[in-house]
């Protein structure tokens, strides 16, 4: 199961994600987001564990502990692409109306005196 990891102290290192997520079990993977910039954490992480009864164990004991000073976030990790459109679903074509006249654009009436 994918676990979301949210408010991480800027500190923290992926070994201190992947620590503190195996006392409740396995841990496949922990990653903390970077910036490619600053180089510096965004705040984020992801861990992954095989086991989903303590891949949940973990969610509901964390989410919300205060660790280091600052309260985290953990949840079940959403994939970015579950709210997009079918991908077999095509986009209806635009339809241009036939009875519509075309007149240019002459701008606004802002700022024009009479």
């Known amino acids: 199961m994918d676990i979301y990891v ?3 102290p800027f500190k923290w290192k992926d070994a201190r994600l992947k620590e503190i997520f ?3 079990g396995e ?17 984020f992480a992801f861990v992954q564990m095989p086991n989903d009864a303590e891949a949940k164990l973990a969610i509901e004991s964390l989410n919300g ?3 280091d ?3 985290i ?3 079940e990790s959403i994939p970015n692409n579950a709210g997009s459109l079918d991908k077999n679903k095509k986009k209806k074509p635009y ?3 036939e009875n519509k006249e075309w007149k240019p654009f002459r701008g606004n009436n802002k700022g024009r005196r009479d």
């Not at 496949?28 to 965004?42: E, F, G, H, L, P």
């Open 6 to 8: 949210g408010s991480i």
């Open 22 to 24: 195996e006392v409740y």
């Open 27 to 43: 841990v496949t993977s922990a990653k903390i987001v970077i910036d490619k910039i600053t180089r510096q954490n965004k705040g």
């Open 65 to 67: 502990a205060e660790i």
């Open 69 to 71: 000073e600052r309260k």
């Open 73 to 75: 976030i953990v949840n």
């Open 95 to 97: 339809v241009k109306p």
